[in-house]
Nanobody, 127 residues
Framework: QVQLVESGGGLVQAGGSLRLSCAASGRTFSSYAMGWFRQAPGKEREFVAAINWSGGSVYYADFVKGRFTISRDNAKNTVYLQMNSLKPEDTAVYYC????????????????????WGQGTQVTVSS
C-alpha cells in the first residue's frame, strides 16, 4: 500500500511558476513509476507527466512540454512537478499517482494504469 500526499499548490499569476511535491509512504518508493494527472472544473481528468523508477524515462502531455518538468528523489520518497510559464488553462486540481511497477509502461497516459492516487492539490493561475 502506498499513500501519496501532494503539496505546493496555490494561486499564481500567468507566467509564474510553482513546484508541486508528492511525498510517498513506504520503503519501496523506488519500485514505483510515478506521475501527475490534473482535472479542471467540468473537464475530464487528463495526463500531465510520468516518470519511471530511476528518472531515466519521462513522458509529458503535449500541452506541458517545454514548460513542466517531472523529477524524483528516491532517497526522499518524493516526486516533483516543476511548472513554469503557467497559463490560466493550467488551473486544475493536480493529482499525484503511483503505478505498482518500476516502469511506466506503454499506456503511460491512461489513468487506469496507476494504482494509487493522492487527494490532489489545487493550482489556480490568474490572468
Amino acid at each position: 500500500q502506498v499513500q501519496l500526499v501532494e503539496s505546493g499548490g496555490g494561486l499564481v499569476q500567468a507566467g509564474g511558476s510553482l513546484r508541486l511535491s508528492c511525498a510517498a509512504s513506504g520503503r519501496t518508493f523506488s519500485s514505483y513509476a510515478m506521475g501527475w494527472f490534473r482535472q479542471a472544473p467540468g473537464k475530464e481528468r487528463e495526463f500531465v507527466a510520468a516518470i519511471n523508477w530511476s528518472g531515466g524515462s519521462v513522458y509529458y502531455a503535449d500541452f506541458v512540454k517545454g514548460r513542466f518538468t517531472i523529477s524524483r528523489d528516491n532517497a526522499k520518497n518524493t516526486v516533483y512537478l516543476q511548472m513554469n510559464s503557467l497559463k490560466p488553462e493550467d488551473t486544475a486540481v493536480y493529482y499525484c499517482v503511483a503505478r505498482g511497477s518500476a516502469e511506466v509502461g506503454s499506456r503511460w497516459f491512461v489513468a487506469g494504469q496507476y494504482d494509487y492516487w493522492g487527494q490532489g492539490t489545487q493550482v489556480t493561475v490568474s490572468s
